[in-house]
T-cell receptor, first 118, second 112 residues
Framework: GAVVSQHPSRVICKSGTSVKIECRSL??????MFWYRQFPKKSLMLMAT?????????EQGVEKDKFLINHASLTLSTLTVTSAHPEDSSFYIC??????????????FGPGTRLTVL | QQQVKQSPQSLIVQKGGISIINCAYE??????FPWYQQFPGKGPALLIA?????SEKKEGRFTISFNKSAKQFSLHIMDSQPGDSATYFC???????????FGQGTRLTINP
């Protein structure tokens, strides 16, 4: 159980375009999902916390107009990188917190999306 | 005070040996400490977790040791195998606060 999927797993786009990444909890409901960014050989950097039906909470230094997050249902959150630039190239990972189940505060991570902006 | 310090940054262990990764924290409000394993190009996977009301938790070859007074916890991998080669992250959180605070990660290599 507790499987989180991400789509796409890898995306290459041109500078100036927008890219949408989907995060789904496959076998549980998640009121809260998280979006992380990870640079090579580095730890995970939390970008934002997404609660179903409400606006996302962004970490300091993360541009909310550039990284649009939508959490429309208990199993789906999306991250849209708008007007992507090469410096946005990174590994983006989502996680989902299980609702009233399992061990409290357990976050289950998706497999990640590798974004390359040319 | 929100930091979790992890060491070593990298670790090489012979097959069959014991791998030990250490983490230290400052915030005494932290009350849940998970460990994650990450393979290259993949997302982190929950390995084992502990709460501060116990000093040790064991699951198969993986053991967490927790020292509340020292504000330290460690991951021990017994009989380390080449398949254990991965990056390991410790983390800490306050239940209800949602956010995980991650350590810097340890790249573990098990030599055959």
């Amino acid at each position: 159980g507790a499987v989180v999927s991400q789509h796409p797993s890898r995306v290459i786009c041109k500078s100036g375009t927008s890219v949408k990444i989907e995060c789904r909890s496959l076998d549980f409901q998640a009121t809260t999902m998280f979006w992380y960014r990870q640079f090579p050989k580095k730890s995970l950097m939390l970008m934002a916390t997404s609660n179903e039906g409400s606006k996302a909470t962004y970490e300091q230094g993360v541009e909310k107009d550039k990284f649009l997050i939508n959490h429309a249902s208990l199993t789906l959150s999306t991250l849209t990188v708008t007007s992507a630039h090469p410096e946005d190239s990174s590994f983006y990972i989502c996680s989902a917190r299980e609702l009233n189940g399992g061990i409290a505060d357990t976050q289950y991570f998706g497999p990640g999306t590798r974004l390359t902006v040319l | 005070q929100q930091q979790v310090k992890q060491s070593p940054q990298s670790l090489i262990v012979q097959k069959g040996g014991i791998s030990i990764i250490n983490c230290a924290y400052e915030n005494t409000a932290f009350d849940y400490f998970p460990w994650y394993q990450q393979f290259p190009g993949k997302g982190p996977a929950l390995l084992i977790a502990i709460r501060p009301d116990v000093s040790e938790k064991k699951e198969g070859r993986f053991t967490i040791s927790f020292n509340k007074s020292a504000k330290q916890f460690s991951l021990h991998i017994m009989d380390s195998q080449p398949g254990d080669s991965a990056t390991y992250f410790c983390a800490a959180t306050i239940q209800g606060a949602q956010k995980l605070v991650f350590g810097q990660g340890t790249r573990l290599t098990i030599n055959p």
